[in-house]
Structures are given as structure tokens and as C-alpha cells.
């Protein structure tokens, strides 16, 4: 296992660092007390500067003007991204977009890559990814109940999808449909991916879901859509006719690493304000600061470890994902996803607890964090399906060898 980073990864990296605490950090506060789509235009200013400098589109393909960076070099890029919480969106790499594109790009015909794919990448338009449905438990996608049913050159859709995160403003959706809905359907092989344009006849934004308190807007925000006799073109179909589960594995194994790495650079951020605030923070006369109680010590090592070790997990993960392929890294990466997600609540939230009141106010980052990053617990296979999977792992690599005790 080779960790290296090459010196021009290290340039990047580097870059990237400077631009966020110049150029992205101070437009949080704004960014705290505003709707997201009232800051599109100052964020497109930002993301010419980093079209400017090469630094586009990080993780997807160079023939489509990305950088083309691998797995572990990305996995890189999204912790230092995700410092804020605008970092992704302003470097052309944000979740759902990211996991569309290398959709289209595996699946796409040319086509659909020329229509769709490309003024994705650029950062012309945006889409969405609908597979959740309210009816039924996402945990368990052979339950979907949204149908594509074939009517001479045309699907036809109909069914009710909800959380599909930034639906509002996108161009498109990649729905998730059951287009084989005979009795004995494989119930593994009934879904597809369908290409929906936005603005198709029966594709209803019905409302963006509120969540923490927040109801969003734009890019920031999680759509139920109902499709009513929504008809498209069976060349809008994505990939063979019934792989739609298999390719949606695909799709979260990567992005899954990246979210991973995203919220590292979340408990980056963390960290450093606890260290700062508690190195700062007068709590006695005598200039007795936080940083001097042993509790906030042993809080700062407890979440360092944590940090150190969700890191590790996750780079090797990304490094055997890239090296061995998806298959033999997808217990590792069932591991991290909870593994991570729990870390990185328990760094925000103890990073809170050292601030007190301003830790808890809509002033702080860390309250966005706290309310935001919450649903990394639930999105991309919720803590407990993921548990599930990585027991497997636990069991047959333990079972067998009994000694005494
Ligand atoms: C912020 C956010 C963004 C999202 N973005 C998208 C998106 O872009 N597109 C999209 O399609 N979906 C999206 N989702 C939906 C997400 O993928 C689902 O919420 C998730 O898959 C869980 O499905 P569910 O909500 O139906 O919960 P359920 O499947 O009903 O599960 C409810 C609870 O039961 C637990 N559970 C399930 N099975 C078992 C079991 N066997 N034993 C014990 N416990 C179990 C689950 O872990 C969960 O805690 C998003 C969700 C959130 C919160």
C-alpha cells in the first residue's frame, strides 16, 4: 500500500488550500444567512477563477475539460474541499452531479454524452439523482414502486420520488424505474436508470423537502417529484434494461469515498476551530485558558485518534478500490461509510460543546455542520444496512479457527 503524493499533487493541494481560506471562507457568513440560489452569481464568479487556474472538475475526465485525477488523488482533493461547505460545488465536483457524471460517462451513448454529459462537466447545468420513493423503505431498493412502461418509442413513467437532492434548478434527473413489472420479474434485474429532462410534461417538482429547519433553494435542496404519465424517449434509457442496481453500486462505491473524504475535511475544519477557541478562550483570571482543562485535552486527542483512523480507513479503501477494483474494496468501503460519518458527528459536535452559545448559533459553522451533515448517517445506505453488510466481512474472516480459551 503506497500512500505517496506526488509533487504535483502536492501543488494542487496546495492551491486549493489557499483558495479556500482566501476566496471561499469568507463568503460562509453570507452564505449562512442567505438562500442559496441569491449567492449563484458571486459562487459562478468563484467558479470562473477556478476554471481560471486548471482546477475544474477535479475527478472527472480530461476529454470532457475535467482533470482526470484518479480515485486516491480526488479522495485527497474532496478532504481539502470539503474545509467548506462550498468547496465542492465551487470546484465543479458536487454530489449528485459527481456520481451522474461517471454514470454517463460508463453508460452514456454518444448521444447522451454530447447532450447531457458534457455541459454537465462544464458546469452548464446541473441534475439530479430519484430513487427514494415515500411509500417504501429505501434501505431496500427491490421494493420501488415507480414504473417506466414501455408505449411504442416512448417510456412512460409514473410514481413519487422524494429526497432527490438538488431536483430544484436541475436539468435533468437519472430516475431509478421498474421496467419490468411482470409477476416473475428478477426482482434484482426490474429496475433501470432513465434519463427525465426536467422540463418533460407530468416531471412535478411537487415541493423541496425541509430538513434541520431549512427548506432550502437551488443546489441546497432535497425535491419530491411526482411523475404522472411523464414520457420520454427509450433513448433516454442509461445503460442495459434492468441494470439500473448494478449500476447504481457502481455509482456509490466512489462516491462514497469522496463523501467520506469530504467529511474529514469537515473534521479538519472542526478541529481547528476547537483547538483555536479552546486555545483562545479565557475561562479563569489568571489567563487560565480552555486549552489548560484536562477534559478539552483529552477531547482533543480522542478526536485526533478518530480522525487519524477514519483517514487511514478511507485512503486505503480509495487505494484498494483503485488498484483492485470496486468488488474487492466494497466491504472496506461499507466499513467507512459508518465509520466515518459517526466520527466526524462526534468531532462537530464536541467542537460545538468547547464553544458554548456561539458554538450553537447559526453564527458558527459548525452549527451548519451539525445540522447539515447529520444525514451522512442516512444517505448512500444508512448506518445499519451498512453495519449489516461489513458484519458479513466480520464473520467469515474470524469463524473456523477455535481456540482455547
Ligand atoms: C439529506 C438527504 C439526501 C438524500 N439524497 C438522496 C438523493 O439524492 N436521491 C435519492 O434517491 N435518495 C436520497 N436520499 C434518501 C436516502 O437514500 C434514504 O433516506 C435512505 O436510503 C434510507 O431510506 P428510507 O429513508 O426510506 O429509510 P428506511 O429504509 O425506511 O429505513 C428507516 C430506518 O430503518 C433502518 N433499517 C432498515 N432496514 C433495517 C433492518 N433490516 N434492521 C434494522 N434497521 C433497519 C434504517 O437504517 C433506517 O434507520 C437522501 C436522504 C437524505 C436524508
Known sequence: MEFEISDRMKTVLKMIDDFMIKEIVPLEPEFLNREFKEMLPVLEEKRNMVKQ?????????????????????????????????????????????????????????????????????????????????????????????????????????????????????????IAMLVTDTGPNANPYLKASMIIVPTDTPGFNLVRNIPVMGHRGSDYASHGEILF???????????????????????????????????????????????????????????????????IIQLWAAECEADVLAARLMTLHAAWKAEKLGQKEARYDISFLKFFVANVMQKVVDRAMQVHGGIGVSDYSILSFFYRQERAARVYDGTDEIHKFAASRRVFEKYKGRKTLW
Open 228 to 294: 404522472q404519465n411523464c414520457r420520454v424517449p427509450r433513448t433516454n434509457l442509461l445503460g442495459p434494461e434492468g441494470h439500473g442496481f448494478i449500476m447504481a453500486q457502481e455509482r456509490l462505491g466512489p462516491g462514497r469515498i469522496h463523501h467520506c473524504m469530504r467529511w474529514l475535511g469537515v473534521c479538519r475544519r472542526s478541529m481547528e476551530l476547537m483547538i483555536n477557541f479552546a486555545l483562545e478562550r479565557v475561562i479563569a483570571p489568571g489567563n487560565k485558558t480552555l486549552s489548560t482543562r484536562q
Open 53 to 173: 487556474m486548471e482546477l475544474w472538475a477535479p475527478n472527472h475526465p480530461k476529454e470532457y475539460g475535467g482533470m482526470g485525477l484518479g480515485l486516491m488523488e480526488h479522495a485527497l482533493v474532496s478532504e481539502a474541499l470539503g474545509y467548506s461547505p462550498l468547496g465542492h460545488y465551487i470546484f465543479g465536483c458536487q454530489a449528485p452531479d459527481a456520481g451522474n457524471v461517471e454514470l454517463l460517462y460508463h453508460y452514456g451513448t454518444e448521444d447522451q454524452k454530447a447532450q447531457y454529459l458534457a455541459p454537465l462537466v462544464e458546469g452548464k447545468i446541473r441534475s439530479c439523482f430519484a430513487m427514494t420513493e415515500p411509500e417504501v423503505a429505501g434501505s431496500n431498493p427491490i421494493m420501488l414502486q415507480a414504473t417506466a412502461e414501455k408505449d411504442g418509442d416512448d417510456y412512460v413513467i409514473n410514481g413519487h420520488k422524494w429526497f432527490a437532492s438538488s431536483a430544484e434548478g436541475a436539468a435533468f434527473a
